[in-house]
Structures are given as structure tokens and as C-alpha cells.
């Protein structure tokens, strides 16, 4: 069982950065893939970030490449999700979620392949 809290959200201008936390509860965060995920009302959840459970591989959506990196702390059982040049379309409820995998990889998490997820955390970007 792995329980999974986020923090770090809040209101910012377009171009600021925010950067989000999800501490995750239990000694066997380190067998499982993170992702983030973010969610607006009446809307898909739609997959932002992953990062393998060796932290080696990164995978990003095209709509946050390059401004969004994803990281992990093993020691602290943390995922760190920084964001830099937020636009107004970042607006979203953010979630992160965990899922075993058999090898240490990270690609397009399917929201509906994730084991665990975190409360979210509203993230909201003014123009």
C-alpha cells in the first residue's frame, strides 16, 4: 500500500514557476514508477510527467516539454514536479500517482494503468 499526498499548488502569473511535492507513505516507494497528471472540470485526466523508480528515465507530454521536470528523492520517498513559464492552460488540479512495473522504464502513463494516486493539489495560472 502506498499513500500519496501533494502540496506545493497555489495561484501564480503566466511565466511564474511553482514546484509540487508528493510524499509518499511506505518503504517500497522506490519500486515504483511516479507520474503526474493533471485534471480541469469536465475534462480527461491527461499525463504530464513520468519518471522511473532508478529516477534514470523521464518521459514528458509535448504540452510541458521543456518547461516541466520531473524528479524523485528515494531517501525522502518524494516526486518533485517544477514548472517554469506556466501559461494560463496549465491550469489544472494536479495529481500524482504511482505504478509497478517490472523493469525500471517510463513512458505515457494511461491514467487508468496507475496503482495509486494522491488527493491533487489546484494549481491556477493568471494571464
Known amino acids: 500500500q502506498v499513500q500519496l499526498v501533494e502540496s506545493g499548488g497555489g495561484s501564480v502569473q503566466a511565466g511564474g514557476s511553482l514546484k509540487l511535492s508528493c510524499a509518499a507513505s511506505g518503504r517500497t516507494f522506490s519500486r515504483y514508477a511516479m507520474g503526474w497528471f493533471r485534471q480541469v472540470p469536465g475534462k480527461e485526466r491527461e499525463f504530464v510527467a513520468a519518471i522511473s523508480r532508478s529516477t534514470a528515465i523521464t518521459y514528458y507530454s509535448d504540452s510541458v516539454k521543456g518547461r516541466f521536470t520531473i524528479s524523485r528523492d528515494n531517501d525522502k520517498n518524494t516526486v518533485y514536479l517544477q514548472m517554469n513559464s506556466l501559461k494560463p492552460e496549465d491550469t489544472a488540479v494536479y495529481y500524482c500517482?504511482?505504478?509497478?512495473?517490472?523493469?525500471?522504464?517510463?513512458?505515457?502513463?494511461?491514467?487508468?494503468?496507475?496503482?495509486?494516486w494522491g488527493q491533487g493539489t489546484q494549481v491556477t495560472v493568471s494571464s
Open positions: 500517482a504511482a505504478v509497478f512495473l517490472p523493469s525500471s522504464s517510463a513512458y505515457e502513463f494511461r491514467a487508468g494503468d496507475m496503482d495509486y
